[in-house]
């Protein structure tokens, strides 16, 4: 079951550490807020305590008197007397001795305070939430009762506000302030990574050339640097990789540089061999300068690599002006035999497109054999010079081939032939005498018979010219 991948938006880093500093510094000043609220409660409790206990203690002098007589009258004249001159008292409460209380002022619907009252000579303050400080009144050693007075806290409440208010400024000021730091600290840090994703689109593209700036002295500026040691390193393999394709098997190349699981065990299989031989060749480099005879040859196998790669062929080997090439192996390729008498006559037509000619006139050709049967691949040669190459009698057999034909004709076995399919013919030769082979075989020369066939061949020598020959080479050919 396909898995449907859901989008999401990408955030850039600046953005998500702004809001992540951001909030903290905000959860921060809200923390600190309620610390220093909580402290300057408790200096302010501390201040009203020392104010409290002044006024209920006067107010508990005054009382003595009145209470001690039974004065109701004079009682509340004093208490509303006291409710007058202190603003900050928003109610007393006043149980006499009998039990009997009596409320002034605001004293709220709260209960608690009658019950706590304190009968004691010192002022204390009563264990409920507003703010009650109690004390007895005492004459001598007689206690007539005791005092409750309720304190206001708007005092408190203005300070906690302005308290609020500054704090709030400072706290988006501080918020704001670490904000642009952070984002504009974030955004030098970004670019570097923004640079290093960059780079590794290149890298992932195949492109190695990536050398990054490098500045400062932490980990982004040790990634980056890595990062410049890594592309090196690629672009280093990668050359490495191709200077190794031109002189060695390119799969086996490929698959070292990539850790691949490449088949390097000898083993036995069928493949077709094709080889291509230069016609009096030691005459030609007699007379000829040796400058000359290697850009010529160079040409020819140029093109020749071109079509033997575009039928699925390898190059196994260049031996001096011949060239031998392999159909299925490395590559597996099931028409293996009939890609490369494509091959081969292919061949044959690119050296009269050449037309290069010798010093006497005549033009340079090419005999063409193959072959296909069994043969061995396997590792060939010394301990420190090793060659993954084909052997056998298959391989003998093509060489042999080649040497039988004429140059621009393409010779094989009819067994060979017969594994070509349709569109060739086979103009036997005769019977052969093949040294290595027990047994005489019928050779003969393959041309093309179907012009499909011929359309195609004629089509992938088109393409093995599409690159510009040298200059030199095309005025020998005629062509300038």
């Known amino acids: 079951m396909d898995t449907v991948k859901t989008f999401v938006p990408r955030m850039p880093i600046r953005w998500r550490w702004t809001m992540l500093v951001?909030?903290?510094?905000?959860?921060?000043?809200?923390?600190?807020?309620?610390?220093?609220?909580?402290?300057?409660?408790?200096?302010?409790?501390?201040?009203?305590?020392?104010?409290?206990?002044?006024?209920?203690?006067?107010?508990?002098?005054?009382?003595?008197?009145?209470?001690?007589?039974g004065s109701s009258a004079e009682t509340d004249l004093v208490v509303q007397g006291f409710l007058e001159k202190v603003p900050?008292?928003?109610?007393?409460?006043?149980?006499?001795?009998?039990?009997k209380t009596r409320s002034y002022g605001d004293v709220g619907s709260d209960s608690d305070p009658v019950a706590a009252m304190s009968v004691s000579n010192s002022v204390s303050r009563l264990p409920v939430a507003a703010l009650w400080y109690s004390k007895?009144?005492?004459?001598?050693?007689?206690?007539?009762?005791?005092?409750?007075?309720?304190?206001?806290?708007?005092?408190?409440?203005?300070?906690?506000?302005?308290?609020?208010?500054?704090?709030?400024?400072?706290?988006?000021?501080?918020?704001?302030?670490?904000?642009?730091?952070?984002?504009?600290?974030?955004?030098?840090?970004?670019?570097?990574?923004?640079?290093?994703?960059?780079?590794?689109?290149?890298?992932?593209?195949?492109?190695?050339?990536?050398?990054?700036?490098?500045?400062?002295?932490?980990?982004?500026?040790?990634?980056?640097?890595?990062?410049?040691?890594?592309?090196?390193?690629?672009?280093?393999?990668?050359?490495?990789?191709?200077?190794?394709?031109?002189?060695?098997?390119?799969?086996?190349?490929?698959?070292?540089?990539?850790?691949?699981?490449?088949?390097?065990e000898n083993h036995r299989q069928e493949v077709t061999v094709l080889f291509a031989d230069m016609v009096h060749f030691t005459s030609f480099s007699e007379s000829t300068d040796t400058g000359e005879v290697v850009n010529i040859l160079n040409t020819h196998f140029e093109v020749f690599h071109r079509i033997i790669a575009y039928y699925g062929g390898h190059v196994d080997k260049y031996i001096g002006d011949a060239v031998m090439a392999v159909f299925n192996h490395p590559f597996a390729d099931?028409?293996?035999?009939?890609?490369?008498?494509?091959?081969?006559?292919?061949?044959?037509?690119?050296?009269?497109?050449?037309?290069?000619?010798?010093?006497?006139?005549?033009?340079?050709?090419?005999?063409?054999?193959?072959?296909?049967?069994?043969?061995?691949?396997?590792?060939?040669?010394?301990?420190?010079?090793?060659?993954?190459?084909?052997?056998?009698?298959?391989?003998?057999?093509?060489?042999?081939?080649?040497?039988?034909?004429?140059?621009?004709?393409?010779?094989?076995?009819?067994?060979?032939?017969?594994?070509?399919g349709q569109g060739f013919v086979f103009e036997s030769i005769g019977e052969r005498d093949i040294k290595g082979v027990s047994t005489e075989l019928e050779l003969g020369v393959v041309s093309v018979k179907s012009k499909q066939v011929a359309r195609n061949i004629e089509h992938v020598v088109g393409l093995a010219f599409d690159l510009q020959l040298p200059e030199d080479v095309r005025q020998m050919a005629g062509e300038v």
């Open 22 to 69: 951001g909030l903290t510094v905000a959860l921060a000043v809200v923390f600190l807020f309620f610390v220093i609220l909580d402290i300057e409660r408790d200096a302010w409790l501390e201040s009203q305590a020392a104010q409290a206990e002044l006024q209920v203690d006067r107010l508990t002098d005054e009382l003595k008197l009145p209470m001690l007589s």
């Open 88 to 99: 900050t008292v928003l109610g007393v409460l006043l149980r006499n001795a009998n039990g």
């Open 136 to 264: 007895g009144v005492l004459y001598a050693d007689t206690s007539l009762g005791s005092v409750a007075v309720r304190f206001s806290e708007q005092a408190w409440q203005d300070i906690a506000g302005k308290l609020g208010q500054k704090i709030s400024i400072a706290a988006v000021i501080v918020v704001l302030f670490s904000a642009l730091w952070v984002y504009w600290l974030a955004g030098r840090m970004s670019k570097p990574l923004e640079m290093l994703a960059d780079a590794a689109r290149q890298v992932a593209s195949g492109d190695y050339h990536v050398d990054m700036r490098v500045s400062g002295n932490d980990e982004i500026s040790d990634a980056v640097s890595q990062f410049n040691v890594m592309a090196r390193e690629l672009a280093h393999k990668e050359k490495l990789r191709e200077e190794f394709g031109r002189y060695l098997n390119p799969k086996l190349v490929t698959d070292m540089f990539d850790g691949g699981s490449t088949r390097l």
């Open 334 to 420: 099931k028409d293996h035999a009939r890609h490369a008498a494509k091959a081969g006559l292919a061949i044959a037509i690119a050296c009269q497109s050449l037309g290069i000619k010798r010093s006497d006139g005549d033009p340079i050709s090419f005999r063409i054999g193959m072959n296909c049967g069994q043969a061995i691949a396997g590792n060939i040669g010394a301990a420190k010079r090793l060659e993954y190459t084909v052997i056998g009698d298959a391989v003998n057999v093509a060489s042999r081939m080649c040497g039988i034909g004429q140059g621009g004709t393409l010779v094989m076995p009819r067994a060979t032939f017969a594994s070509l």
